[in-house]
């Protein structure tokens, strides 16, 4: 119980950065895990797995504000990724789901190396 209490308030504390770094990890963590259910030939919780997933990608595409230009590309990208995931889901595809997994993690380090940029410019 104490580790969910923390987890709930570090999602209230943290920053819009921050959340969407833990909104990439989270779709990373539920893409492998569907990917091991499939494996596994689970295909409930690989399901369920994808489809949490492809709400996380969902998520990241609200959030974006679509008065830049780069937002727009990373809605198209964010598009593709859950056109997949829905595929992989669909055909219990692992291929699908590496590929997808490749491009958030991308994804992800990018946001993370900006996000330490940002840190040592507001020093």
């Known amino acids: 119980a104490a580790v969910m209490q923390y987890q709930q308030n570090s999602v ?3 920053s819009p950065e921050e959340l969407t770094l833990m909104l990439y ?3 990373i963590k539920f893409i492998k895990q569907g990917k091991y259910f ?3 030939n689970d295909i409930e919780k690989a399901n369920l797995n994808l489809i949490k997933a492809q709400n996380i990608i969902t998520e990241l595409m609200s959030t974006l504000d679509m008065q830049y230009e780069i937002s727009h590309n990373l809605f198209s990208l ?3 990724m859950h056109r997949r995931l829905v595929e992989a889901n669909a ?4 291929d699908i789901t590496d590929e997808v997994c490749g491009f958030v993690e991308q994804l992800r380090d990018t946001w993370a190396e900006a996000m330490k940029i ?6």
Not at 118 to 123: L, T
């Open 78 to 80: 964010y598009e593709y």
């Open 25 to 27: 990890n989270g779709a």
């Open 91 to 94: 055909k219990k595809d692992t």
């Open 12 to 14: 209230f504390t943290a």
């Open 38 to 40: 499939i494996e596994q």
């Open 118 to 123: 940002a840190k040592k410019q507001m020093r």
